[in-house]
């Protein structure tokens, strides 16, 4: 039996397998994509995961909107943990993410991220009807991708160039292989200006709404922009610092 055949046979075996322990109302999407892989999952979840590991664009939509149903805590703030003694993000280029947090973490069963009932294989819908979230699970698999798509954009440049039909979204060249995806509104600036915006209104800045991908050279002229702007503002600060009474 050559190689391929013994991997024909694996995936004859997996399929098997995930086929027996196939619940009623499994989503059929789910289920589509298993079919179709060249290497069949091991298990329901990990199938779940690859699913959303193939739609992140779909996964960040999924995530804010979830988020947008449940809201941030009452008294939270978006904040740094500067001295990192809180186990607050340190970065405003980390989402910002109110039940990651010690002080509104929901425990097993809500997912960290959008704050909403975690169910079977890391679904973030009760399907089944159960009314039975996981009793392990902290992340939904949607929001696991999601996550990943906010925190490392760059990886999903692919399928960010299609969205944009491989045209630069500032001087709509033809996208090279040396196209950089770059946020919008840039990060330091989210922080600065729009920080006391509602939480699920502030994950659009690290999805899809503020994403593009642009030439090398069109973002370079962009950075250096940006970093004049600063610069500017910090010598304004220092003159205002220095005349004030």
Not at 9 to 20: G, I, V
Not at 29 to 34: D, I, P, T
Not at 127 to 145: K, L, M, N
Not at 186 to 215: K, S
Request: hydrophobic share 40%; proline share 7%; glycine share 6%.
């Amino acid at each position: 039996m050559n190689r391929q055949t013994r991997f024909a046979h694996r995936n004859e075996l997996a399929l098997a397998r995930l086929y027996s322990q196939l619940p009623p109302r499994f989503p059929n999407a789910v289920w589509r994509k298993v079919v179709s892989m060249r290497r069949v999952p091991d298990t329901l979840s990990e199938a779940v995961q690859a699913y959303w590991q193939a739609h992140p664009l779909r996964a960040d939509r999924l995530a804010r909107a979830l988020a947008a149903q449940t809201g941030a805590p009452d008294g939270w703030s978006w904040t740094l943990d500067i001295d990192r003694r809180d186990g607050l993000p340190t970065h405003f280029r980390t989402p910002p993410a109110p039940y990651r947090e010690a002080a509104h973490w929901r425990g097993h069963g809500v997912c960290c991220v959008c704050g909403q009932p975690v169910y079977r294989y890391g679904w973030h819908r009760d399907i089944w009807g159960d009314g039975r979230p996981s009793r392990r699970a902290t992340w939904h698999q949607a929001c696991v991708t999601a996550w990943k798509f906010w925190t490392a954009p760059h990886a999903n440049a692919v399928l960010l160039k299609k969205r944009q039909r491989l045209r630069c979204a500032v001087t709509r060249k033809r996208l090279l292989r040396g196209a950089q995806v770059d946020h919008k509104v840039p990060l330091f600036q989210v922080w600065r200006e729009h920080r006391h915006e509602p939480w699920p209104d502030l994950l659009a800045f690290w999805g899809i709404p503020n994403l593009q991908v642009v030439t090398r050279e069109a973002h370079t002229i962009k950075c250096a922009g940006e970093a004049g702007g600063r610069a500017k503002a910090r010598r304004a600060a220092v003159e205002h610092a220095s005349i004030a009474p």
